[in-house]
């Protein structure tokens, strides 16, 4: 029997992507043996201010990072879909996209796990695919039962098995991640100060090749005569 691929979802606005993504990402995949991480960056958050940089410059950012990462793909689903993203309709596409045969896992961090109530789609979302819920400084995943006490039940640790786990699950995964933030990031580059270590280098060329995040930022998306990045849902 063929084994069933298990495949990460990892959204987010990424204005920018940072090692705190990364360490996000890599601590789901080791604790889930995920064969796949799509990283999807979004369109216009709907509980957010609209991103700072442009979609190709996010999309861009991700590109980058992504690279050379086995099984790590950048997907421009959300952001050819225009408007407001809403990750029960990124599943739900995903699913009519040849993925209903896999385990889908959502990849998301403590810290926006906790507000999950206020997402479009709840609690049905949770129906949509595994959250795999990875702790941030500030907010382990251990806290999360008490914070969510209608949800406790559905919570459990990794490993786990497709026979005895509920069906889909909410796992927590208790790694350490990179204390730092797109804000923080951002406010630096405003300020001129270094972002090294922050993000990776060949983000942090990008950033500082396009001026990115800078007190008057030329954020401008280049012509169609310049090319456009392609993205792989």
Same mark, same amino acid.
């Given at each position: ?52 940089? $442009? ?24 952001? &050819?879909?225009?408007?407001? /993203? ?18 889908? #896992? ?6 926006? #796990? ?38 406790? &039940? ?14 889909? $699950? ?10 730092? $933030? ?40 280049? /012509?169609?005569?310049?090319? &456009? ?5």
């Amino acid at each position: 029997m063929t084994p069933v691929r298990r495949i990460g979802v990892f959204g987010g606005t990424f204005d920018p992507i940072h090692r705190g993504h990364l360490d996000i990402g890599c601590a789901a995949e080791r604790a889930l043996g995920l064969t796949r991480m799509l990283v999807i960056p979004g369109g216009v958050p709907p509980h957010r201010a609209q991103p700072v940089a $442009s979609g190709y410059h996010r999309f861009a950012m991700v590109a980058l990072s992504v690279a050379g990462r086995p099984g790590w793909r950048a997907s421009d689903l959300e952001l &050819r879909a225009g408007g407001r /993203s809403y990750t029960s309709a990124t599943l739900e596409e995903l699913r009519g996209r040849g993925y209903a045969s896999t385990e889908l #896992f959502f990849v998301i961090g403590a810290d926006a #796990f906790a507000d999950i109530e206020a997402w479009k789609n709840y609690p049905g979302i949770l129906d949509h695919a595994h959250f795999a819920v990875v702790s941030r400084p500030g907010c382990s995943v251990s806290q999360l039962p008490e914070r969510l006490p209608t949800l406790a &039940r559905r919570m459990v640790r990794p490993p786990i098995d497709p026979a005895t786990t509920p069906n889909p $699950s909410i796992i927590l995964i208790d790694a350490p991640t990179a204390d730092v $933030s797109s804000t923080v990031v951002r406010e630096r580059r405003a300020l001129g100060q270094s972002i090294a270590g922050l993000v990776g280098p060949s983000v942090e060329q990008h950033i500082e090749q396009h001026e990115l995040y800078t007190a008057a930022p030329d954020d401008r998306e280049p /012509s169609p005569a310049a090319g &456009r990045l392609n993205g792989q849902g």
